[in-house]
């Protein structure tokens, strides 16, 4: 199974899409609020330079932004 | 050969289809996405039937009610890259991922995006300190220094998105006056974490990995000046998204396509156009969706005519 964890806001819209996304394929993930969470923000800078929601770690592949036909990709669904 | 392509998937487009359905005309609808802009809206108020509505339940309705429809095909995730004239009276719509579709007619509903600054630095930084979605991401810059660019409504509420994260915002304008609401802006003038800095042109934002700064011209003193920052959000307002049909219809000096009010049709016969993709005045939900029905409404009537 895939390892998954998303990098999130309360307030991003396309975090909640890549949550809800995940709930309807049935993929268990972690979630870290990179507003409240400051080791995690650090976490997600280190890993993706980035500093926009949401970032997504798959099996240590980093995807910045939802694209569904990418995380379908990168979790064998398609 | 479809009898309407309609290219969008926000308040305009989703309405098209749902009317097109119903008149049973032989539709196929293109979207990159559902829902449109106010996605990012984490309140709206103002579209009627719902007293209060966040932009991603917006856009599950929308998706939702199109979907209810039978009579009609819809192709999501891919985006219409061109519209070219084809055989005869018809249109071919060539998308992204190198799909065609013919089509007698064409509804174009593509809305308008995030204006960029256009400067050095911002592409490659963008999402690592250039933020164009401040709902979004102004939560990643606590204890931080940034800056807004843009005076108008969308800068204003950038900086209060702000104010509950950020140490410092500038607010940096161009002109020497703010364009945005007098309420508002009376309401962030008075926190002190704000600096407002006029006749500021922003040339370069700086940074290998992240922002570091930007580089403007001080049209004041005429001199080039830094200033360090974490984070730089961009709000100088939007552009349409009149690309794919630039070739073959009208477009006005904003690169809005010019339509007939009455009809939202194009210069180019076969062409119509509706909601914020149009040269419309006022850029709201609603009037999108009522100018598409409008539109589909007078190609059914163009349809009948020319069986
Ligand atoms: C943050 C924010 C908050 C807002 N709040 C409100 C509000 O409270 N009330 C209100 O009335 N208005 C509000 N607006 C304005 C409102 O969102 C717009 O007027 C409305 O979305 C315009 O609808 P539209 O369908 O014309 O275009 P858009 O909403 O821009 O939709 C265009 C659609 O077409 C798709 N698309 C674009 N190009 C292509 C292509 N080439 N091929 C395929 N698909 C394509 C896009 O993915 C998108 O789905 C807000 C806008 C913003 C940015």
């Known amino acids: 199974m895939s390892k998954v964890t998303i990098y999130s806001t309360p307030t991003c819209v396309y975090c909640r899409m890549a949550k809800e996304f995940f709930h309807k394929n049935n993929i268990q993930y972690t979630e870290h609020n990179v507003a409240e969470d400051d080791a995690a923000r650090e976490e997600m800078v280190q890993k993706s330079h980035q500093l926009g929601v949401p970032v997504i770690d798959i099996n240590g592949e980093i995807h910045v932004g939802f694209n569904r036909s990418e995380l379908e990709r990168a979790l064998g669904l398609k | ?307």
């Not at chain 2, 609808?29 to 719902?50: C, H, P, R, T, V």
């Not at chain 2, 429809?69 to 018809?90: C, P, R, Y």
């Not at chain 2, 002190?192 to 934002?205: D, G």
């Not at chain 2, 307002?237 to 690309?243: K, Q, Y």
Request: hydrophobic content about 40%; charged content about 25%.
């Open chain 2, 1 to 307: 050969m479809y009898d309407l392509i309609i290219v969008g998937g926000g308040p305009a487009g989703v309405a098209a289809g749902v009317y097109a359905a119903r008149k049973k005309i032989k539709t196929l609808l293109i979207a990159k996405e559902f829902g449109g802009q106010s996605l990012a809206s984490a309140d709206i108020q103002n579209w009627i039937g719902a007293k209060s509505i966040s932009g991603f339940d917006l856009a599950k309705n929308l998706e939702e009610h199109l979907r209810a429809q039978e009579e009609i095909e819809i192709l999501d995730g891919d985006f219409v890259a061109k519209v070219e004239k084809s055989k005869g009276k018809s249109f071919k719509a060539v998308t992204e991922s190198g799909k065609n579709f013919e089509a007698k007619t064409v509804l174009v509903c593509s809305g308008s995006h995030h204006k960029k600054l256009g400067v050095p630095g911002e592409d490659k930084l963008n999402g690592r300190g250039v933020v164009y979605c401040s709902t979004c991401d102004a939560p990643l810059f606590g204890g931080k220094t940034v800056a807004v660019v843009g005076a108008g409504n969308a800068g204003l509420e950038a900086v209060r998105d702000l104010f509950a994260y950020a140490d410092k915002i500038y607010l940096l304008v161009r002109g020497d006056a703010m364009k945005g609401d007098p309420v508002t802006l009376e309401e962030i003038k008075a926190n002190p974490k704000l600096e407002i800095k006029y006749q500021v042109e922003v040339r370069e934002i700086l940074g290998e990995q992240l922002v570091t700064g930007v580089r403007y011209l001080d049209k004041a003193k005429n001199q080039t000046e830094e200033l360090k920052l974490d984070g730089v959000f961009v709000e100088i307002g939007s552009a349409p998204n009149s690309d794919l049909v630039k070739d073959l219809v009208e477009l006005d000096e904003r690169g809005q396509i010019i339509v007939d009010h009455k009809t939202q049709m194009t210069s180019f016969s076969g062409i119509w156009a509706a909601g914020d993709v149009s040269d419309v005045l006022y850029k709201q939900n609603n009037i999108s969706a009522g100018d598409a029905v409008k539109a589909v409404l007078n190609i059914y009537d163009h349809l009948n005519k020319n069986k």
